[in-house]
């Protein structure tokens, strides 16, 4: 892991940031992930389901390898949808992981690294 923090640059957020990222369950709802919710919460009658669904994505979206254990996820839930709802669900979370603050990344997401370079 340290190889792979080599050479980038620290994200520092304000104090406030800080406290609450010092729970281990704390992520921020952004933009990308409420639109990821909503909609899977629109193929889902059970909205608890569809918040668990979202949650377990988030979740998955921390780790670098998410899209190799995307795949994965897909089958082992059975999400029943058509060709286009599946392309952009993955569109969905891919923007939630591009944006996603990740250890790997010094605590940047990829899309604020890609932006550095």
């Known amino acids: 892991m340290?190889?792979?923090?080599?050479?980038?640059?620290?994200?520092?957020?304000d104090k406030e940031e800080i406290k609450r990222y010092a729970s281990r369950d704390?992520?921020?709802?952004?933009?990308?992930?409420?639109?990821?919710?909503?909609f899977?919460?629109?193929?889902?009658?059970?909205?608890?389901k569809a918040d668990r669904l979202t949650l377990e994505i988030q979740i998955?979206?921390?780790?670098?390898?998410?899209?190799?254990r995307m795949d994965n996820f897909f089958d082992r839930h059975r999400l029943k949808l058509s060709n286009n709802?599946?392309?952009?669900?993955?569109?969905?979370?891919?923007?939630?992981m591009d944006n996603t603050r990740l250890c790997e990344n010094n605590g940047f997401t990829p899309r604020e690294m890609n932006e550095e370079s």
């Not at 340290?2 to 957020?13: A, N, T």
């Not at 998955?60 to 190799?68: E, G, Q, R, T, V």
């Not at 709802?85 to 939630?96: D, S, Y």
């Open 2 to 13: 340290l190889k792979s923090k080599e050479h980038k640059p620290y994200y520092v957020p």
């Open 26 to 38: 704390y992520f921020v709802e952004d933009e990308e992930f409420i639109e990821l919710r909503k």
């Open 40 to 48: 899977i919460r629109n193929k889902y009658w059970n909205k608890k």
């Open 60 to 68: 998955l979206s921390k780790n670098i390898d998410a899209k190799d």
């Open 85 to 96: 709802e599946l392309k952009e669900l993955k569109v969905l979370i891919q923007n939630l």
